[in-house]
């Protein structure tokens, strides 16, 4: 049975063990705000969805604005008269024509036209921007919220190397007590499976860490995602 002195060893190392992880996480909360704007940036800039919605206010802004034209109606008038020559029997045609300008004083039809076209362009322009701003929306509160699942993930990681590297330190002094005869060979037994417990979560934090960074640098910055997936490893820029 393992003695009393050892249990507290091994409970001494997880209380440590817990309080750097408090104190961790408070740290990393911290993270500048600079850095997490220029992350915001970057994603905004390059989000393919943004990107697409941008081009469309673009299209919809070039769109030439509806202009009244004056409101001119030209004619062309065409016939043919008969003229009597000088001696009196003889006759010859001859063509006629004439250009008519006609200049309406107003025309209700074409304005309420043109006043429409205009009305629906503004429309249009109004929707993109407003589809805009909430989809710019989603994708920046998307980012924070997978930013806020890395910073944990990575604090519970460090915590638990730290509890590692204390149970390895603690395995290390009682193999001196077994050497010399204070403690049993079988004292060894609880903390050497802690420590392989403990390996066993760093490999799957550190797996489930790395992958949501990738996922996150590829489905929120498009091509840009490797330079998303540096920023995302929070290290001084």
């Not at 992350?39 to 469309?56: G, H, K, Y």
């Amino acid at each position: 049975m393992m003695s009393a002195r050892n249990r507290s060893l091994i409970v001494l190392a997880v209380l440590i063990a817990a309080l750097l992880m408090s104190r961790g996480y408070a740290q990393s909360k911290e993270v500048e705000k600079d850095y997490l704007q220029r992350m915001i940036e970057l994603v905004v800039e390059a989000n393919p969805t943004l990107q697409s919605q941008r081009n469309l206010i673009m299209e919809i802004e070039t769109v030439p604005e509806p202009v009244r034209g004056p409101d001119l109606a030209l004619g062309l008038k065409t016939g043919a008269a008969v003229e009597s020559m000088d001696t009196g029997w003889e006759r010859r045609v001859l063509p006629t024509g004439s250009i008519e300008l006609t200049i309406p004083l107003y025309s209700a039809v074409k304005k309420r036209k043109i006043a429409l076209d205009r009305l629906t362009i503004q429309k249009d322009l109004a929707k993109a921007w407003q589809d805009y701003y909430r989809l710019k929306n989603s994708v920046t509160s998307d980012l924070l919220t997978r930013v806020d699942k890395i910073i944990s993930l990575k604090n519970e990681l460090d915590s638990q190397k730290k509890l590692l590297s204390l149970l390895e330190r603690n395995l290390e002094a009682l193999k001196k007590q077994v050497e010399a005869g204070v403690a049993r060979p079988s004292d060894l037994w609880a903390i050497s499976e802690r420590i392989m417990t403990t390996e066993t979560k760093i490999r799957n934090l550190s797996s489930t860490l790395e992958t949501l960074k990738r996922e996150t640098a590829v489905n929120l910055a498009g091509t840009r995602w490797p330079d998303l997936l540096k920023m995302l490893a929070f290290e001084a820029a």
